[in-house]
């Protein structure tokens, strides 16, 4: 990632730069969003150039009971999408859930480098359903990684703490760090957007990428929702492509990236004025 520059004799970085997917891929610049179905997106990415997959998708998973979703036409509840929209506070159903993100991992395995990564949150909910859908992928199973959130959510009894990403590997995965366990305590942040409800910390993304993706590699995410798992790849010197198919979550993710950008390259703006 060509974000070091030279002022008077000091390496100093300069904010990364926003352009195309095709400019990211070319190395012309060091991030992207864009908005589509993530199945079309993954598509149109070129075989064995991505480093890392990594994604927070819909979890469907507790919002709605499964019966009320099995009464409702189609995979969506028709009363909950006029009122909050698509994908939002799991409208879609456990089967077809199972059914999207096995290809989405389809078009991962194409895009990843033999020595590729793929990760995907969840709860514990879901990962029975999810495990065995995402392997038949070609991915191989690696590794369950636990983001503690350091205080219980609502409800009674053993209150959920925890989400947890599905590690999966390709080929001949190579790593990047070995200073980093499978366990994570980073408290949750509260959204800051009303477009997008569960943003994940980018502090949390970052130990997760360090270990996945070299510097000046490539990380991409098919659901880009509030931005973090981008604003993570650029602390950690790596490219970043992120694709959503809302507009709205598309340029809240960009505002995040932009600002992300201008603060690594704060340092070395002060260093020119002094």
């Not at 189609?74 to 159903?93: C, E, H, S, Y």
């Not at 590729?116 to 992928?137: N, Q």
């Not at 947890?164 to 959204?191: K, M």
């Amino acid at each position: 990632m060509n974000c070091i520059e030279e002022v008077n004799g000091t390496a100093s970085r300069i904010a990364p730069r926003e352009g195309s997917i095709a400019d990211v891929i070319a190395g012309r610049a060091e991030w992207a969003i864009t908005s589509g179905d993530a199945v079309d997106f993954l598509e149109l990415l070129p075989p064995g150039c991505v480093d890392a997959v990594w994604c927070d998708p819909p979890y469907c998973s507790g919002g709605f009971l499964e019966t009320a979703k099995r009464r409702a036409r189609g995979m969506l509840q028709a009363a909950t999408i006029k009122r909050l929209g698509w994908f939002v506070n799991d409208n879609m159903g456990t089967t077809g859930l199972v059914w999207f993100l096995r290809a989405v991992a389809m078009r991962a395995a194409r895009a990843l480098r033999p020595s590729g990564h793929f990760g995907c949150f969840t709860d514990h909910r879901m990962i029975d359903a999810l495990k065995p859908a995402l392997e038949s992928s070609g991915l191989r199973y690696a590794n369950l990684l636990i983001w503690d959130k350091l205080t219980p959510g609502l409800g009674k009894g053993f209150r959920a703490q925890h989400e947890v990403v599905l590690h999966f590997v390709n080929r001949s995965p190579e790593y990047h760090a070995s200073d980093e366990g499978n366990i994570h305590g980073v408290r949750r942040v509260p959204p800051k957007k009303k477009n997008h409800q569960t943003p994940k910390p980018p502090e949390l993304i970052a130990r997760h990428l360090r270990v996945v993706a070299p510097p000046g590699g490539l990380v991409v995410d098919p659901f880009v929702g509030g931005g973090g798992i981008g604003v993570a790849a650029l602390r950690v010197g790596a490219r970043f492509i992120g694709c959503d198919v809302d507009l709205g979550i598309c340029e809240d993710a960009r505002g995040a990236l932009r600002a992300e950008a201008a603060a690594l390259a704060a340092p070395a703006r002060r260093e020119r004025s002094t």
